[in-house]
């Protein structure tokens, strides 16, 4: 399977402040990388799939980049309803596969 | 409205069965491609099964042979059989659709969830 890796696993920040959140995937997956964003007691949210494309209804705050292995999530004005763990997952083979997770505080 | 709700989820003991169920509505469930999701208590999302037009499966390496997915176009619902379940099965179970049958499986619509717990 391919394993997927994020980082940081939680980091704190200030409203206004530019966040990025990296996933490396063990092997090349190109650009079939999906992040979504999930609140305490909710399902996730769909935020960026194929790599770099904003979801419909997604806050443009939101960008996603990279291919290959290396993938970067990146919010680029943190606001308060940005608090939530976001994951990255791979859809390039079976099985498919989430990262850790990475929990966004807000200072 | 586009929605999933799942159902069926409770406290069964080790080594028994459950069926979930997820009800679509807004869309066709056999005209997409349908995953399970889980979530242990306090931990990250893992990827169960999935299945496209009645016969296209697949299943994660720690449920094959023991969980069956299926669909019913007549219901317009998903089906998660589970068997000879674990304590490592205790999870929230999301039923998920991905965004395209051509592009993969980015999953844009999800079901609120249903608790299973394997306890004795």
């Known amino acids: 399977d391919i394993q997927m890796t994020q980082s940081p696993s939680t980091l704190s920040a200030s409203v206004g402040d530019r966040v990025n959140i990296t996933c490396r995937a063990s092997?090349?997956?190109?650009?079939?990388l999906a992040w979504y964003q999930q609140k305490p007691g909710k399902a996730p949210k769909l935020l960026i799939y194929?790599?770099?494309s904003l979801q419909r209804g997604v806050p443009s705050r939101f960008s996603g980049s990279g291919s290959g292995t290396e993938f970067t999530l990146t919010i680029s004005s943190l606001q308060p309803d940005d608090s939530a763990t976001y994951y990255c997952?791979?859809?390039?083979?079976?099985?498919?596969?989430f990262g850790g997770g990475a929990k966004v505080e807000i200072k | 409205e586009v929605q999933l709700v799942e159902s069926g989820g409770g406290l069964i003991q080790p080594g028994g069965s459950l069926r979930l169920s997820c009800a679509a509505s807004?869309?066709?469930?056999?005209?997409?491609?349908m995953s399970w999701v889980r979530q242990a208590p306090g931990k990250g999302l893992e990827w169960v099964s999935a299945?496209?037009?009645?016969?296209?499966?697949q299943y994660g390496e720690s449920v094959k042979g023991r969980f069956t997915v299926s669909s019913d176009s007549s219901r317009n619902t998903l089906y998660l059989q589970m068997n000879s379940l674990r304590a490592e099965d205790t999870a929230v179970y999301y039923c998920?659709?991905?965004?395209?049958?051509?592009?993969?499986?980015?999953?844009?619509?999800w079901g609120q969830g249903t608790m299973v717990t394997v306890s004795s």
């Open positions: 194929k790599a770099s």
């Open positions: 807004g869309f066709t469930v056999r005209s997409n491609y």
């Open positions: 299945i496209y037009s009645g016969g296209n499966i």
């Open positions: 998920a659709r991905s965004r395209s049958t051509t592009e993969g499986h980015a999953f844009d619509i």
């Open positions: 997952q791979q859809y390039k083979s079976y099985a498919l596969t």
């Open positions: 092997q090349d997956i190109s650009s079939w």
